[in-house]
Nanobody
Framework: QVQLVESGGGLVQPGGSLRLSCAAS????????MGWYRQAPGRQRELVAV???????NYLDSVKGRFTVSRDNAKNTVYLQMNALRPEDTAVYYC?????????WGQGTQVTVSS
């Protein structure tokens, strides 16, 4: 079992920044993928940014150049630095831990971008 605890969501004005954190605990495999997905009302959950334990990344096209995923493997923590936020970034953001065949999700944190 893996537990994921997220923090850092909130309300921000367009153009602002937020930083999300997700700490994993439990049975952590050394080879894994951690990152962030989001789900807006009426839409499917989508990958935002993920990073493997060896540093490879994958980003949603619309966040490239604005969001940065990073991780501290010693702390089993993944971060999402979100800059130049837009109203369309409003969603519940979910942390994900994947290590074949295990797939765990955090409880979600709300990010609202509005003036």
């Amino acid at each position: 079992q893996v537990q994921l605890v997220e923090s850092g969501g909130g309300l921000v004005q367009p153009g602002g920044s937020l930083r999300l954190s997700c700490a994993a605990s439990g049975s952590i495999f050394s080879i894994n993928v951690m990152g962030w997905y989001r789900q807006a009302p009426g839409r499917q959950r989508e990958l935002v940014a993920v990073m493997t334990s060896v540093g490879s990344t994958n980003y949603l096209d619309s966040v490239k150049g604005r969001f940065t995923v990073s991780r501290d493997n010693a702390k089993n923590t993944v971060y999402l630095q979100m800059n130049a936020l837009r109203p369309e970034d409003t969603a519940v953001y979910y942390c994900n831990y994947f290590a074949e065949p295990y797939d765990y999700w955090g409880q979600g944190t709300q990010v609202t971008v509005s003036s």
